[in-house]
């Protein structure tokens, strides 16, 4: 088992920036591919970016890249999300995923193991 849990969300205006963490207990956090996703009110849950277990590749959805930067700590065992220039449509619950593989992917069925959540809201 792996316990994920999140933290950092909150309110910020357009434009500015938050990084959200993820601390993971329970195993070898380096054996496990990182995932980030969301979900807005009204929406279905949508990846946002993934880190390789020993670090190094990632991946994204294209409406973030550029601005969002994904990143670990496998001494700390914890994951960020770095989120700069952050638009309206950003607004969402964040959560982290673990996969039980080295290699992360955007399937959101393929990881194991899920956080709680944080709000991220982003006003005008």
């Known amino acids: 088992q792996v316990q994920l849990v999140e933290s950092g969300g909150g309110l910020v205006q357009a434009g500015g920036s938050l990084r959200l963490s993820c601390a993971a207990s329970?195993?070898?956090?380096?054996?496990?591919?990182m995932g980030w996703f969301r979900q807005a009110p009204g929406k279905e849950r949508e990846f946002v970016a993934w880190i390789r277990g020993g670090g190094g590749a990632t991946g994204y959805v294209d409406s973030v890249k550029g601005r969002f930067t994904v990143s670990r700590d496998n001494v700390k065992n914890t994951v960020y999300l770095q989120m700069n220039s952050l638009k309206l449509e950003d607004t969402a619950v964040y959560y982290c995923?673990?996969?039980?593989?080295?290699?992360?992917?955007?399937?959101?069925?393929?990881?194991?193991?899920w956080g709680q959540g944080t709000q991220v809201t982003v006003s005008s």
């Open positions: 329970g195993r070898t956090f380096s054996n496990y591919a």
């Open positions: 995923a673990a996969r039980d593989s080295l290699w992360g992917t955007n399937e959101i069925k393929s990881y194991n193991y």
